[in-house]
């Protein structure tokens, strides 16, 4: 299928694409790296009348670093970017080994961080990423820009808490604790697939090895990526033996609503997010220490 017709406008600043998002409002889209709006065009599953790129808005792409150790990511950073940053495979390895997994190298390429973000694909591979990093964002709209947490941006399929006539322009992660682990693990039929669950894991340990922190978040198991809140107030305060990583895992299940698809049945995502949280927290555990 072809797309409808639509009108292309090239927008040379952020001001400049949010001006054209107020004027059109909901007629307008933004195009970052096109790899899954255009796919949505040609199946007219969207039909904006006037894209607005991204591309030649110089600022939005990039990745810096900040005086107390955390980074900021330009919206329009190409995956690739990410996964090949050394910088970031220093800090946060869980972020290029995620963004790795994401389709094939083409995607890879043409893809960004800001738009795979806003899309908000429940079985997408970086909000869980971004949310166990306890991430936040930073949105620019007509009455300038404001800051969101990933924690709360996400609302449901493809939605998000940014408003229509708002841009994302940078994703900003905080230094992490001495002591913390991460780990990343996505399970798919193929590689390059979505992901039939996904889990990541930040968790930080004191000297005695007992733990003061957990973030897990999961991708494909729900309408939007959750987090495990009740497994990482469990974890707290306890020493991971195997026996507390196994009743860690068993409670993941409980947390989670997966649809069924070709892919795999609700039941069976569902018992692949107990078994593949505990894949994640004991390559988390084992990774405590390997950065600090
Ligand atoms: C065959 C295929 C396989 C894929 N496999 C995977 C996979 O395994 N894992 C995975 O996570 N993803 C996968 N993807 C999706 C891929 O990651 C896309 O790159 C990503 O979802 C969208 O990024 P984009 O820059 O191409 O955004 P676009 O397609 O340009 O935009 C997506 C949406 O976000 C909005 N948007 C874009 N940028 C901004 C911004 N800065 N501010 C506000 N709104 C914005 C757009 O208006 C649009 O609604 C796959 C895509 C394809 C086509």
Redesign the pocket.
């Known amino acids: 299928m072809t797309p409808k017709k639509f009108e292309y406008i090239e927008a040379n600043t952020v001001e400049d694409a949010v001006s054209l998002l107020v004027k059109y409002k909901d007629e307008a889209?933004?195009?970052?790296?096109?790899?899954?709006?255009?796919?949505?065009m040609k199946l007219r599953l969207?039909a904006?009348q006037y894209l607005?790129d991204?591309n030649k808005i110089d600022g939005?792409s990039g990745i810096k670093e900040h005086p107390d150790g955390g980074l900021s990511i330009g919206?329009?950073t190409?995956?690739y970017m990410i996964e090949n940053s050394d910088l970031i495979q220093s800090r946060y390895p869980i972020l290029c080994e995620?963004t790795s997994?994401?389709?094939?190298p083409h995607?890879?390429n043409?893809?960004?961080?800001?738009?795979?973000?806003?899309?908000?694909?429940p079985?997408?591979?970086?909000?869980p990423v971004v949310k166990a990093l306890e991430a936040e964002f930073k949105?620019q709209g007509p009455n300038g820009t404001r800051i969101v947490k990933a924690q709360d941006f996400f609302e449901d399929m493809?939605t998000t808490t940014?408003s229509s006539d708002?841009?994302?322009?940078e994703i900003i992660i905080p230094k992490l604790a001495p002591r913390t682990g991460q780990s990343y693990i996505?399970f798919?039929r193929r590689e390059?697939?979505?992901?039939i669950v996904a889990v990541a894991i930040v968790i930080t340990l004191d000297e005695q090895r007992i733990c003061t922190k957990a973030r897990i978040d999961l991708?494909g198991v729900d309408s939007k990526p959750i987090t495990a809140t009740k497994t990482e107030e469990f974890l707290i305060g306890k020493e991971l033996s195997d026996a507390v990583i196994d009743e860690a895992a068993s409670t993941v299940p409980g947390q989670v609503k997966p649809g069924g698809d070709v892919h795999g049945s609700a039941e069976y995502r569902s018992a692949m997010s107990e078994v593949f949280t505990k894949k994640a927290l004991i390559q988390a555990i084992a990774n405590v220490g390997s950065l600090n």
């Not at 079985?123 to 909000?127: G, K, R, T, V, Y």
């Not at 708002?166 to 322009?169: L, Q």
């Not at 390059?192 to 992901?195: I, K, L, N, W």
């Open positions: 889209k933004l195009l970052a790296g096109g790899q899954s709006l255009l796919s949505l969207a904006p607005i991204l939005l919206a329009m190409r995956h995620s997994k994401i389709g094939d995607i890879r043409r893809g960004t961080i800001g738009g795979a973000l806003c899309h908000a694909d079985s997408a591979d970086s909000p949105l493809f940014m708002e841009i994302m322009i996505k798919s390059g697939d979505f992901a991708s």
